[in-house]
């Protein structure tokens, strides 16, 4: 059985309000880009205490929260590319979550790290990089699956997830249909899962309940500095960011 994240009452009480900045800089990026919450949330959480508490307190929000933008942007669906995304992102994810349960918490940090610079490498290297709609329909399966993985095991898919999507061409209200009913059929795999394997506690349940507000609250403001910085100017600012954090967790997992 894996090491269930505890956390005392002192661990809590300091926690609520990191968290609650960690899911309201999450909330800001969602809000201004349509996804990517996880991206500044997550890699917080764990440089701060721990991947797996990291993960497990995530779990609720990421549901709740796509629940609510897969219901806003029910009929902007691209029905065929949505549907095998989001099955296979399903599949991978209890993939990942049983992958999450056996690493270590080295291992694991330099798994979220590595995930965050292929992201940053990838967005770097081909940022007009493009798929035609008939391949992007064919590579829903792999990338869908592959997507799952890195969410079960780090709480990330975006190395996977945004990049190609961004590939697509998507508009901006079928790009966040799709990507949040991967993300709500990944979440709805992973917190059984986190459950059965005692990783998720009643503990990170009531801080994944706590950190649902600061989440919300932060999406507004993502949208209202969405609209008035430009888009080069707000990419490179988060690259920046994920950078500096994905440096910060490599050390710690080395030392």
Known sequence: MPRRAKVDRKVIDNSLLLIGLAFALGGILKGATGAGA???????????????????VFALPNVVTNAVQVWQFRDARVPKLSLRFALAGAVGTGVGTL??????A?????????????????????????????????????????????FGISGLSAPVS???????????RNFIATVTSLFLASGLVQIPLLLWYG?????????GLAA???????????AWLA????????????LALLCVLAVKLVWDALT
């Open 199 to 207: 990783i998720m506690s009643s503990q990170t349940i009531l801080l």
């Open 38 to 56: 996880p991206l500044i949330a997550v890699p917080l959480i764990a440089m701060l205490y721990d991947v797996r508490l990291a993960v497990a």
């Open 106 to 150: 080295a291992a694991l940090l330099l798994v979220v790290a590595a995930v965050m610079l292929l992201y940053i490498g990838f967005r770097m290297a081909r940022p007009d990089w493009s798929l035609s709609f008939a391949l992007a329909s064919v590579l829903a399966w792999p990338m869908g699956a592959l997507s799952g993985v890195l």
């Open 162 to 172: 945004l990049t190609y999507l961004n590939a697509t061409g998507l508009d901006r």
């Open 227 to 238: 609209r008035r910085i430009s888009k080069q100017v707000f990419d490179k600012t988060i």
């Open 212 to 222: 649902i507000a600061p989440l919300l609250a932060g999406m507004p403001v993502g």
């Open 99 to 104: 992958a999450l349960t056996a690493l270590n």
